[in-house]
């Protein structure tokens, strides 16, 4: 089989999975299974085609622990009194709202993860600047801090291995921030 063969089946293998691991698995598997997948078609673009197509993104690393990743013990508590309160004691209005901001983050992690695989920091930026009010609405510090660094990043001239370590962060900080926001809404 010709090398060109190989790269269009294994670029075709990639569109499909894609296109399966955001509809079959979470968040993260999806990333961590794409991650591991970009990597086995840089070593083969690179060992066997003498091509070179930039650094894979989402690889955890092996002991799964990132820079950036702000793993800890401490189980993040949110509070939707007040977000419950603005929408006049309606809980089903306030569940509705957040699963709208919850679908725009994860929305987010899918555009972040193109821009910052092409480079596109302006449109990197931009996502970010839209994605904070659903974080700050989602009562999420450590997602916002993150966002915020990203933001300074980009704005700083832009260091592609540090805006992945820290959206890798991100990804793995969203299921956590996603269980404190079921355990908050159960307390209402």
């Known amino acids: 089989m010709k090398s060109g063969n190989l790269l269009s089946q294994l670029r075709q293998m990639e569109s499909m999975l ?3 691991s955001f ?14 997948f970009l990597r086995f078609k840089k070593d083969f673009e690179g060992k066997y085609l003498g091509e070179d197509t930039g650094v894979a993104l989402a690889v955890p690393p092996a002991n799964g622990i990132t820079d950036h ?7 993040q508590e949110i509070d939707f009194s007040p977000f419950l309160e603005d929408c006049l004691g309606d809980y089903l209005l306030l569940k509705e709202s957040i699963d709208q901001h919850k679908n725009h983050v994860l929305r987010f992690i899918g555009e972040a993860r193109i821009h910052i695989t092409y480079g596109c920091l302006e449109d ?10 659903s974080l700050q609405l989602l009562r999420s510090k450590k997602l916002v801090r993150l966002t915020l660094e990203m933001q300074k990043n980009c704005n700083g001239g832009g260091h592609l291995k540090e805006l992945k370590s820290l959206y890798i962060a991100f990804v793995e900080q969203y299921p956590r921030t996603e269980k404190a926001i079921e355990r908050a809404l159960a307390r209402l």
Not at 23 to 35: D, I, M, P, R
Not at 69 to 75: A, C, F, L, P, V
Not at 124 to 133: D, K
């Open 18 to 20: 894609n296109h399966f």
């Open 23 to 36: 509809e079959e698995l979470g968040v993260v598997e999806a990333s961590e299974l794409q991650g591991y």
């Open 69 to 75: 990743s702000m793993n800890t013990k401490h189980i």
């Open 124 to 133: 990197l930026a931009l996502a970010l600047q839209n994605i904070r009010v």
